[in-house]
């Protein structure tokens, strides 16, 4: 229950301190460095006027190893990720400007190497069907000069990964993993941002 509360509370803090984030002078563009569950970030944003703005992104994450339990069984998940995309930024109201409606298409790869804690079987799942479709909502990134921040929450919509075992002689729990939140079509997203817009 608090990890799913830290989202609502960034994005409040957000919606407090925007008035101190950025002049009111419209910035035509923007670079941004962002953090998110998929990596790091570097984000180039066009202005289009003070209602819409394109980012293009690039991004990724290096090796990086957590537990998890998938029914009732201890694994070591080792992901990794690289990516890009362009996404639209579009904020229905002037006097709001630091609300934003977000959707884009994103291209990359997405693998996890899935190994047994203390057992012998290790899984490969792998998201490399491109492009796939982001939906979500921001705050904060305003159109404007000077200091930037921004929080974003939304969900990556994917043909799901194709998961497949590697090793082991072990009893399969291809069809547990296969079913488990973490390897599904919809992935969650939340990305913080910080840059400056010129």
Same mark, same amino acid.
């Given at each position: ?102 959707? %884009? &298409? @994103?291209? *990359? ?8 804690? +203390?057992? #012998?079987?290790?899984? /490969? !799942? ?9 939906? %979500? &909502? @921001?705050? *904060? ?8 921040? +921004?929080? #974003?929450?939304?969900? /990556? !919509? ?9 090793? %082991? ?30």
């Amino acid at each position: 229950m608090r990890l799913a509360a830290i989202p609502c509370v960034l994005a409040a803090s957000l919606i407090g301190s925007t008035a101190l984030a950025g002049k009111d002078d419209k910035a035509d563009y923007g670079v941004l460095v962002g953090v998110s569950p998929f990596g790091g970030s570097l984000n180039f944003s066009y202005n289009q006027n003070k209602k819409n703005s394109w980012n293009f992104t690039v991004g990724g994450s290096p090796e990086i190893t957590m537990g998890a339990t998938i029914d009732d069984v201890e694994y070591d998940v080792t992901g990794s990720s690289a990516w890009s995309g362009v996404f639209w930024n579009h904020r229905p109201s002037k006097q709001a400007d630091w609300f934003r409606f977000v959707s %884009g &298409i @994103g291209v *990359g790869k997405i693998t996890a190497e899935i190994e047994e804690t +203390g057992g #012998d079987n290790k899984y /490969l !799942a792998s998201y490399t069907e491109s492009p796939v479709l982001y939906t %979500g &909502i @921001g705050f *904060g990134n305003k159109p404007v000069q000077g200091f930037l921040i +921004g929080f #974003d929450i939304g969900v /990556l !919509a994917t043909g799901g990964p194709v998961i497949a075992q590697t090793e %082991g002689t072990s009893p399969d729990q291809l069809e547990a993993i296969e079913d488990n939140w973490r390897f599904g079509h919809m992935l969650p997203n939340f990305q913080l941002t910080v840059g400056y817009g010129f």
